[in-house]
């Protein structure tokens, strides 16, 4: 299974994005997706997280002003980011946990390799 994301570069305080990754491969379902960041100098934190039926849960720093949305079918999330700020600038890593290859294997968790976010004037 590999994740790829798109989406990410740089835009001035205020603006939006929309980050993208589908997940590929031999895929039976996935139980969760979500996005996380990682700023210079601080750990990886969620920023938000959708499950297979639509469940989400976000980050305080970035509620009301983030969206996480799936599309099963196509296994892949999104992320509409507006309002943004400085400190929103990160690295920004997809996840797909909960991944089953077939309805009675085991669960694995997959990391995409992260698109940068950098929020700037």
């Known amino acids: 299974v590999q994740l790829q994301a798109s989406g990410g570069g740089l835009v001035q305080p205020g603006g939006s994005l929309r980050l993208s990754c589908a997940a590929s491969g031999t895929i039976f379902s996935i139980n969760a997706m979500g996005w996380y960041r990682q700023a210079p100098g601080k750990q990886r934190e969620l920023v938000a997280l959708?499950?297979?039926?639509?469940?989400?849960n976000y980050a305080d720093s970035v509620k009301g002003r983030c969206t996480i949305s799936r599309d099963n079918a196509k296994n892949t999330v999104y992320l509409q980011m507006n309002s943004l700020k400085p400190e929103d600038t990160a690295v920004y890593y997809c996840?797909?946990?909960?991944?089953?290859?077939?309805?009675?294997?085991?669960?694995?968790?997959?990391w995409g390799p992260g698109t940068q976010v950098t929020v700037s004037s």
């Open positions: 996840n797909a946990d909960g991944v089953k290859y077939t309805s009675s294997s085991l669960t694995y968790l997959y």
């Open positions: 959708i499950t297979t039926g639509g469940s989400t």
